[in-house]
C-alpha cells in the first residue's frame, strides 16, 4: 500500500503558511478542490491555527469556519476534521467528516459514539506554550509509549481506526523532531498506522538555511519538506499530512513503486506498474 496524502484546508486566518489565503468559505471549498484534483486522498479541514503561540478560537467562529467547507467537500472526497473540540468534531462529523485529527489526543469518545477513524497526535504542552522550554529525558520512547497508551485507549473506548502521530513540532526542539524522523521505523513497526505531518515546518528551515544565513521562510521549505515526506514514506508511514498535494503524491507512487507495495524490504510488485508502461 502507497503512503496515503492528506492535503491541508486551513480555514484561519493565522496558520503559519497558509493563514488568511482561506478563510473566506469560498476559498477554503476552491482550495480544497484543487487538492482533490491534485490527488488527495483526505482532505484535512481546520479552523483553528496550532502554531506555536496561537490564540484559541471560539466555537462558534470555529464551526462558522470549518462545516460548511466539510458538507462542499465530502461528497467528493474522504474529508478529516483537524480541531480539539469535541463539538466541532461531532458536527463535523455530520456534515461528512469521516476521521478526526485529534491534536489534543482528547477526543476518542467522540470518535467511538460516531463510528468514525480518530488520528491522535502528541503534543507537549498546548500551542500557546509548547516551544518555551520543551524537555524530555528520551523523546522517542516518551513519544512513543504515550502513542502506544493513547491508541490503546482509543481501541477500548471503541474506535476501530486510528492513526498515530509523534506531532512533529509541537513542544519539541529541531533535535527532538530529527529523533522522532530517525525513529518512524520503531513508530512503524509498533503496529498502529503512522501520520506525520512536516509540510513546511520550522525545522526544515533551519536544517536548510544558506550558510551564515537566517533559516528558510515556510514559502521557501518546499524541497525540504518533500524530502521529508519522502524519508517518512520509506520509513513506512501511512498518511502524510501536507500543503503541497500534487508532487508528494507523485513522490508516493514512486516510493511505492520503488518499495513494491511500499513498505521496506517487501518484493517488488508488477502491480506497481501501470499496464502499458514500457520504462
Ligand atoms: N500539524 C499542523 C496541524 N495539524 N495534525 C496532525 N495530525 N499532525 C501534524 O503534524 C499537524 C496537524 C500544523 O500545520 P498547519 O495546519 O499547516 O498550521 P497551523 O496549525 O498554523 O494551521
Redesign the pocket.
Known sequence: MRTLVMG?V?V?P??????GRYLETAAAIAHGEELIAAGADIV?V?GE???PG?LPVGLDEELRRVLPVVAALAPRCRVSI?TMKPQVAREAVAAGATLV?D?SCSLAPVAAAAGVGL?L?HMHGTPATMQANPRYRDVVAEVASFLAAAAAAAHHEGVEEVYV?P????GKTVAHNLALLAALPELVEAGEPV???V??KQFIGRISARPGSDPLPPEERFEGSLASAVHAMVCGVAVV?V?DVAPTRDAALLVAAALGDGSPGAPRAEAAVPSGASA
Open positions: 491541508v486551513n484561519t493565522d496558520s503559519f503558511f497558509d493563514g484535512d481546520g491555527s496550532t502554531r496561537a483537524d485529527n491534536v488520528a497526535m502521530d506531532g512533529i513540532g509541537f501520520l506525520v505531518g509540510s513546511r499530512r500543503h
